[in-house]
């Protein structure tokens, strides 16, 4: 007869996994996205810059009954148990020891499984879309067609990637576009995502810029590539990774899901294999990978019983190393000096500090959305990331926050490395700015250039026409005296550096329609090359004015 742990072993394995992030949440700080996806969720719309809207619904959810870090990570500590348990059900539940070992394996689910980023609702939903898609395939009708398109939705909703795990499931099986419910679920999953599409058109859809072209490296490098490659071992798994990985590719599909989950797996690391060439490839972009990695992998190890000692030896490294992590990210751990980054330890001893500094002035942050995000969060008081060409953009371009800001008295936090800089201020006479309490801020970040055509209309001098989106608060300040006379710049980069910021000649007082052509005469010393421009406006900060557009080609010759 069993006794009470054979019998209750399933709700031991998800109760500690529940309790263990539940503990890790409520004790460790916010990391830096955690924090810009709180200010998020105070600005709840149908998108934003960098992501769709599901992390800024689940974040505003569980803040709204928990005001503390435990409540922006409440529902991505239940959607990762959750994610967990429907793993476990596609596995047939054909040995349950097993499984344990293989998920306990992967120390990214289990650490990462409570820091609140878009990845978490990605591989609910997608696990969940797996689970419904073994239903359609079974019973293929109206009503489980429609499950399966809004859950298609709730992917989409989640991270982009939910367009690479749609679209090779279809790959995986061709006999789909002969099945008219296809088109039903597809039709629904479209239906649902509209409001986000149309969001990305009010916004000369910003998402679509930044990822596909913004974040281009200058040029490739071979360590792009190496590290990648390095980086899926880890992610997979410190310490059998490798072997997970084997097994999964190793295991041959006996199901229609199970060639989807293959085609997701082998599709992620092609498609992010090739994006090395266009620049660095962060570990976590290839998260669709891990549901795949898990269900395949334990189902080869099923069959191949003589490997799986291999997985049960590596369990108590592994899970030494996990729990090693989960206690030095804990808030009441001490830091050690050799972590050159640290996000986790000294958040609310920064914020205090730089409250007394800046008493309740708002706090204006120049090209770091990380720390205005985690001064908000942990101060209450509003700030300001505003993202300078030396930078990139965001959604601080995108919200209303800089509009309350725009003539008051703040406190600017400047970057502290000069010597970056400085060698761009000397030529035009600029004194680099301190940080400090400032009267009468501006800046206009929220005027966006698109459209962007440029020529050299003769040596010396470039023609550049441009529509401009301007609000309509700001139209107004544009002829106040204090403002007018504000310049808009053209930035030059070239190998991804700022190299020159050339005065146009015009003004924002200048700019009163939707359209704007600008004769810009181009410096005798600036070389003749092909440069990477954007077209900005100046701030209170001289050097660095705000970026208005995104990068576009201009050649000099």
């Not at 999964?248 to 082998?266: C, D, H, I, L, W």
């Not at 301190?434 to 966006?448: N, P």
């Amino acid at each position: 007869m069993p006794n009470a742990l054979q019998r209750n072993h399933r709700l031991l394995f998800y109760s500690g996994w529940a309790l263990l992030s539940i503990i890790q949440a409520a004790n460790t700080e916010l990391f830096d996205d955690e924090a810009y996806y709180w200010v998020y969720s105070r600005f709840i719309d149908w998108g934003y810059f960098d992501h769709p809207p599901m992390i800024a619904a689940l974040v505003k959810a569980g803040y709204a009954i928990f005001n503390n870090e435990f409540g922006v990570r409440l529902f991505i500590v239940i959607l990762n148990t959750a994610t967990i348990f429907f793993v476990h059900k596609l596995t047939h539940r054909k040995d349950d020891t097993l499984f344990y070992a293989v998920a306990g394996s992967i120390a990214v689910a289990q650490v990462g499984g409570m820091i609140a980023v878009p990845d978490t609702p990605l591989l609910f939903f997608m696990v969940l879309f797996y689970w419904l898609y073994q239903r359609f395939l079974q019973y293929n009708n109206i009503f489980n067609a429609i499950l399966l398109g809004v859950c298609m939705a709730c992917l989409l909703y989640s991270k982009y990637h939910g367009v690479l795990v749609i679209g090779l499931v279809l790959l995986s099986n061709l006999k789909l576009f002969a099945n008219k419910n296809t088109y039903v679920s597809l039709l629904v999953c479209l239906a649902l995502f509209v409001p986000h599409i149309y969001w990305q058109y009010q916004h000369n859809f910003p998402s679509v810029q930044f990822h596909l072209f913004e974040r281009n490296a200058a040029d490739y490098k071979f360590r792009f590539t190496t590290e990648y490659l390095l980086g899926q071992l880890v992610f997979a798994g410190p310490v059998i990774g490798w072997l997970l990985l084997w097994a999964a590719f190793r295991y041959k599909p006996a199901s229609a899901v199970e060639r989807a989950m293959k085609y997701t797996m082998a599709g992620t690391y092609v498609v992010f294999l090739i994006s090395t060439y266009k620049g660095r490839v962060e570990a976590n972009w290839t998260v669709t990978a891990l549901i795949p990695i898990m269900v395949l992998s334990h189902r080869y190890f099923v069959q191949n019983y003589q490997l799986q000692k291999w997985v049960y030896r590596s369990i108590p490294i592994t899970l030494l190393l996990v729990v090693a992590v989960r206690l030095y990210i804990m808030s009441w751990f001490p830091p050690v000096s050799w972590v050159e980054r640290n996000e986790f330890h000294g958040n609310r001893e920064w914020a205090n500090e730089m409250h007394n500094k800046a008493g309740d002035l708002p706090v204006v942050f120049v090209n770091t959305y990380q720390q205005a995000s985690k001064y908000w969060f942990y101060s209450g008081v509003p700030a300001l990331s505003m993202n300078s060409p030396y930078y990139r953009r965001n959604n601080y371009n995108l919200w209303p926050v800089e509009d309350s800001l725009i003539g008051k008295t703040v406190y600017v936090d400047v970057p502290r490395n000069s010597k970056d800089y400085e060698w761009l201020f000397k030529p035009n006479g600029w004194r680099f700015p301190k940080a400090g309490i400032y009267h009468g801020y501006y800046s206009f970040s929220r005027v966006l250039f698109t459209g962007i055509k440029c020529s050299v209309k003769q040596k010396g001098v470039v023609q550049i026409n441009t529509s401009v989106s301007i609000p309509e608060n700001y139209r107004a300040c544009f002829q106040q005296p204090a403002y007018s006379e504000t310049p808009v710049w053209l930035v030059l980069y070239c190998d991804g550096e700022v190299k020159t910021i050339i005065n146009t000649g015009t003004t924002v007082q200048k700019l009163s329609g939707s359209a704007l052509e600008l004769h810009i005469n181009i410096p005798a010393e600036v070389a003749a090359k092909n440069y990477k421009a954007r077209l900005c406006i100046g701030t209170i900060l001289p050097g660095f004015p705000s970026i208005n557009s995104t990068e576009f080609e201009l050649c000099l010759n």
